[in-house]
């Protein structure tokens, strides 16, 4: 199975702050890799497909990038309902993997 | 608009099982896969497995591969996840999503509410 390791696990921020979030993968899994936000209590919404494809209709401050096996998930300027948890998927080969997820709170 | 509506909150004593339905709305149920997913208190995301709409072929990751059960009935735009036995550990919010793909690239855009399945004695 394809581990994907998400860092840092948490981090504290301030509304403004650039927030940048890398995800890993064990092994080559191309661009198939997307992102997800999730709010306690809701199921998560579909950020970025593709490594950088951003999803209509979700903030343009949201940005990803691939370099190899390492992702990223970029806020630029973190607004107060940013603040959730983050997991990246690999959807290149199965059994589909989700990172461990980041929280992103209030600092 | 494409929705996917699930079914309520179970409560199931360990060794029984568990029967959770995801209706969908708003789009050709044939045309796209259903895959499930679930999330045990405070932790991450675990997928599940997928079954196709169409024609209810299924794929589990290899931990659900004998207790899991996926499947659809098309003609009600409805897919079920059933659980059995149930351990403890099963206890989690399992949710179903609906699978779309751009450049080849698969994901879950369309997401049902989640449905609490608690085990205990």
């Known amino acids: 199975d394809i581990q994907m390791t998400q860092s840092p696990s948490s981090l504290s921020a301030s509304v403004g702050d650039r927030v940048t979030i890398t995800c890993r993968a064990s092994?080559?899994?191309?661009?198939?890799l997307n992102w997800y936000q999730q709010k306690p209590g809701k199921a998560p919404r579909l950020l970025i497909s593709g490594a950088s494809s951003l999803q209509s209709g979700v903030p343009s401050r949201f940005s990803g990038s691939a370099s190899g096996t390492d992702f990223t998930l970029s806020i630029s300027s973190l607004q107060p309902e940013d603040f959730a948890t983050y997991y990246c998927q690999q959807s290149s080969s199965s059994p589909w993997t989700f990172g461990q997820g980041t929280r992103v709170d209030i600092k | 608009q494409v929705n996917l509506v699930q079914s309520g909150a179970e409560v199931k004593k360990p060794g029984a099982s568990v029967k959770v339905s995801c209706k969908a709305s708003?789009?050709?149920?044939?045309?796209?896969?259903i895959h499930w997913v679930r999330q045990a208190p405070g932790q991450g995301l675990e997928w599940m497995g997928w079954?196709?709409?169409?024609?209810?072929?299924?794929q589990y990751a290899e931990k659900f591969q004998y207790r899991a059960t996926l499947t659809r009935d098309a003609s009600v735009r409805t897919a079920y996840m059933e659980l059995s036995p149930l351990i403890y550990d099963d206890t989690a919010v399992y949710y179903c999503?609906?699978?779309?793909?751009?450049?080849?690239?698969?994901?879950?855009?369309?997401w049902g509410q989640g449905t609490l399945v608690t085990v205990s004695s």
């Open positions: 999503a609906r699978m779309d793909s751009n450049w080849a690239v698969e994901y879950l855009q369309y």
């Open positions: 092994q080559t899994i191309s661009y198939f």
């Open positions: 708003g789009y050709n149920f044939n045309d796209n896969y």
């Open positions: 079954i196709n709409g169409k024609s209810g072929a299924t």
